[in-house]
């Protein structure tokens, strides 16, 4: 019989891809999502890159009788990858309440609901927000959490801490927080990817976008910060390593290999890359000249953020493999995939 993960999320950028990820390597995968920021589309994506079509359950997490009654269902499940949040960042600025209920109700339900299920492994996606202007880089995980820029990040804190303060009486659970540093790119199929809906917060697909003629230029934020060409270092991760990188540590977990009730580990390339770079990246792959111009500083941005990725190399014998080509590459022919949806062609 196969082993049954839960995926929450499931339906969304990162999630998708953990699951074909889980299903190439025999699990049975459950997905839970509302669909508030994915569409129901992606599985049929997902059963044409595996063959296997996993089970969608619409839920939504914060209302604690939907959460209950999902579990109840699925309580031969073996593990859950958390995946379900609100996600963008200049939305959360403006809409804090709905961000922190939204993102931290639905995690302190999912862990209630996973104790009480008996499924005691349980996986988190954190983000690199957490470290917050960090003293210098690379950054390990060590370093003391910071007070993140937006409410977005600052829900990952808080849910760190959530599940630090709730591991002390739960003792049969065991939580492994992923800390995700910049994903980007797509599955190589070109048949999953990121959906940003509305304007794209985030560097790559607004790239894409603009190259594709959704957008006129793309506005570099700032050019005097303190590196090579003055523009802001990133470690930039695909997506398809991230989601590799979600297998094994729910191995460790499944192995009871971890060495603590909770751990926490960083997911990075340990490389960075200024956005100029990612621009002439792009250009190079794409063989299109981008439209850019730079303009003021983003509030919040940091100049440096790079990982320390050691420790997830060594316990969970996870490495990045795939470089800043095969990233800019897929992203770019996803995107040239949705336009051929959108237009019809
Ligand atoms: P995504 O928006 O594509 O996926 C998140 C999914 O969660 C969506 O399908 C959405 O519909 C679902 N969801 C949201 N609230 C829900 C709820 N209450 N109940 C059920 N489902 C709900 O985002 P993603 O990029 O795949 O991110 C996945 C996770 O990784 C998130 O927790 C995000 O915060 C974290 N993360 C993302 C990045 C990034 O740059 N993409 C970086 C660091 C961490
Ligand atoms: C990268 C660089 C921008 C857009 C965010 C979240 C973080 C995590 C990952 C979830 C920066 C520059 C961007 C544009 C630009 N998400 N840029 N023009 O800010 O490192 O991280 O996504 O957890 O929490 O904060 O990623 O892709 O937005 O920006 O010049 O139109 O690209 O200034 O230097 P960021 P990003």
Known sequence: MKTKILVTGGTGYIGSHTAVSLIESGYEVVLI????NSSKETVVGIQEITGTKPKLEVVDLTY?????DVFAKHNDAKGLIHFAALKAVGESVKRPLQYYYNNLSSLMNTLECTVDNQINNFIFSSSATVYGKPDNVPISEDFEMKR????YGNSKKIA????????????????????????????ESGIIGELPTGTPNNLMPYITQVAAGVREKLLVFGNDYPTRDGTPIRDYIHVVDLAEAHL????????RENEKTME?????????????????????????????EVTARREGDVPELISLPDLANIKLQWKAKRDLSEMVKSAWEWEKKIRTKVNGE
């Open 160 to 187: 760190e801490e959530i599940m630090e303060d709730f591991i002390v009486s739960n003792d049969s659970l065991s939580i492994i927080s992923l800390r995700y540093f910049n994903p980007i790119g797509a599955h």
């Open 64 to 68: 604690k009788k939907q959460c209950a």
């Open 248 to 255: 094994k540590a729910l191995k460790r977990l499944l192995d």
């Open 33 to 36: 999502d509302n669909l508030s």
């Open 264 to 292: 926490v580990f960083n997911l990075g390339s340990g490389k960075g890359y200024t956005v100029l770079e990612i621009i002439h990246a792009f250009e190079k792959v794409s063989g299109k000249q981008l439209n850019y």
């Open 148 to 151: 993140p820029f937006s409410p």
